[in-house]
């Protein structure tokens, strides 16, 4: 008999197109031994709420729970995992369009790799469905990993609803300790203090960038763009995105995170260099010159463009700025 995937989905105001679009791509899996457990964080949007009710009457494969009260994204996908009773477990998104062999491919990948956890590429699509570009890998320079690697720690690996792990990873998850802020960076660390982790280049799912994005998906680029209109172009602005926005927010905070949930000794060692490293970076006004340090930390297959503005925002934020005003 075939193995039971858990897709979890968190849902919360959601525009009823996106909803409907992306419950049927995942029911229309090739793989059909699914179960798609739904909680709506308290939507006050009433079309939501029907929607997801039509679809629990109509396939028993859904299970829905609606919060009585809001409890945020992180709890609602805390939430999720608990109920969650299967082997093999994926993220998804309230929005996106699954590909119809994204469960079949992501499991057979699992199992041939021995690994407790795969990410797949995906393409890039706006509010119509039209694609954006053709891989999120290369757009966004995404870390390739393949086993297990020091740059699962200190980089998030894989965005969560192009994952699908093992439940000894979302048993290693539970409870949440008190300083989770992504769930997709949490399992892809614990992957890689288990057996490893391993990725799919062929496009799986179209994942939505729409106006109600707030970073995730935008490059670098856009982001400034964003930042700058809120705050202006001084070189405190400019330093403030860096030090809050980009360092604390996209690395630091992911970082002490996995320091709750660290098994494996020896990375404890690497896990407080990396504090140390990101700690000092945020202190550097103009230049740092400890480069080699990104290098040993940051550096790996397929990051591209994305490793040299990191360089220029970590250790020479002073060109930087010149960018961001030009922007």
């Not at 093999?88 to 998104?93: K, M």
């Not at 469960?103 to 795969?118: A, P």
């Not at 997709?184 to 799919?200: C, H, M, P, T």
Request: net charge positive; hydrophobic share 35%.
């Amino acid at each position: 008999m075939e193995d039971v995937v858990d897709i979890l989905m968190a849902t919360y105001e959601t525009e009823s197109m996106y909803l409907i679009k992306q419950i049927d791509s995942i029911l229309n899996q090739s793989y059909k031994n699914i179960r798609l457990i739904i909680s709506d964080d308290n939507s006050k949007n009433e079309s939501v709420r029907k929607i997801l009710e039509e679809y629990r009457k109509k396939d028993n494969r859904v299970i829905i729970y609606f919060q009585e009260k809001n409890i945020g994204y992180i709890k609602n996908f805390e939430f999720l995992l608990m109920k969650s009773e299967s082997d093999y477990i994926c993220f998804s998104d309230h929005d996106d369009i699954w590909y119809e062999e994204k469960v079949k491919k992501s499991l057979e990948k699992l199992k041939q790799e021995n690994v407790d956890l795969v990410y797949v590429n995906a393409k890039q699509i706006d509010e119509e469905d039209n694609i954006l570009y053709e891989s999120y890998f290369k757009y966004k320079n995404m870390p390739l990993v393949n086993g297990k690697s020091k740059l699962s720690i200190s980089r998030c690996i894989g965005i969560g609803c192009s994952q699908m792990f093992t439940k000894s990873v979302k048993d290693n998850m539970l409870p949440y300790k008190s300083l989770v802020i992504a769930q997709d960076w949490l399992a892809a660390f614990i992957a890689n203090e288990g057996k490893g982790i391993s990725y799919i280049k062929e496009p799986l799912f179209g994942y939505r960038l729409h106006g109600t994005n707030v970073f995730g998906g935008r490059n670098l680029s856009q982001n400034l763009y964003r930042w700058k209109k809120e705050n202006g172009t001084s070189y405190k602005s400019y330093l403030k995105y860096r030090n809050e926005k980009v360092i604390d927010k996209a690395y630091l905070d992911g970082i002490i995170m996995c320091v709750e949930y660290l098994e494996m000794k020896e990375n404890e060692k690497y896990l407080n260099q990396l504090i140390n490293y990101y700690t000092n970076i945020k202190k550097s006004k103009y230049i740092n010159m400890h480069w080699i340090k990104y290098i040993k930390y940051l550096s790996g297959n397929n990051l591209g463009k994305k490793m040299i503005k990191e360089f220029i925002i970590f250790h020479i934020p002073i060109v930087g700025y010149i960018q961001y005003k030009k922007g």
